[in-house]
C-alpha cells in the first residue's frame, strides 16, 4: 500500500502564496509521475501540475507562470508553489502519484485526501 499525504493548504489573500506537499510512503520500488488536480465546488476535478521523475513539467494554462511544481525524488515528495493567487484559484488540491510497487507490474494510481486553498480577502 501506498499512502499520499498532503500538507500546507490554506487562507490567502489574492495576491498571496502558498507552498503545498505531498509526501509518498509504503511499498514504494520507484514513482512515475508525481502531480497536483483541484476541484473547485460544482466543477471538475482538472489537472493543475505534474512532474514525471525525469523531463519538464506540464502545467495548466490558467497556473503557467504562477505556479511550480517540484520533486525531490530521494524522499518522494512533491510540491506546488503557487504565487499571484487569484480568487478563482480556490479549490480542494490533491495529490496524485503513478506508483510502481512491483516492478513486474505497471504503476497503479494513488491519490491524497485533499488540501483545502482559499484565495479571499
Known amino acids: 500500500q501506498v499512502q499520499l499525504v498532503e500538507s500546507g493548504g490554506g487562507l490567502v489573500q489574492p495576491g498571496g502564496s502558498l507552498r503545498l506537499s505531498c509526501a509518498a510512503s509504503?511499498?514504494?520500488?520507484?514513482?512515475?509521475?508525481m502531480g497536483w488536480y483541484r476541484q473547485a465546488p460544482g466543477k471538475q476535478r482538472e489537472l493543475v501540475a505534474l512532474?514525471?521523475?525525469?523531463?519538464?513539467?506540464d502545467y495548466a494554462d490558467s497556473v503557467k507562470g504562477r505556479f511550480t511544481i517540484s520533486r525531490d525524488n530521494a524522499k518522494n515528495t512533491v510540491y506546488l508553489q503557487m504565487n499571484s493567487l487569484k480568487p478563482g484559484d480556490t479549490a480542494v488540491y490533491y495529490c496524485?502519484?503513478?506508483?510502481?510497487?512491483?516492478?513486474?507490474?505497471?504503476?497503479?494510481?494513488?491519490w491524497g485526501q485533499g488540501t483545502l486553498v482559499t484565495v479571499s480577502e
Open positions: 509504503g511499498s514504494i520500488f520507484s514513482i512515475y509521475t
Open positions: 496524485n502519484a503513478h506508483v510502481i510497487t512491483n516492478p513486474t507490474l505497471p504503476p497503479a494510481e494513488y
Open positions: 512532474k514525471a521523475s525525469s523531463g519538464p513539467p
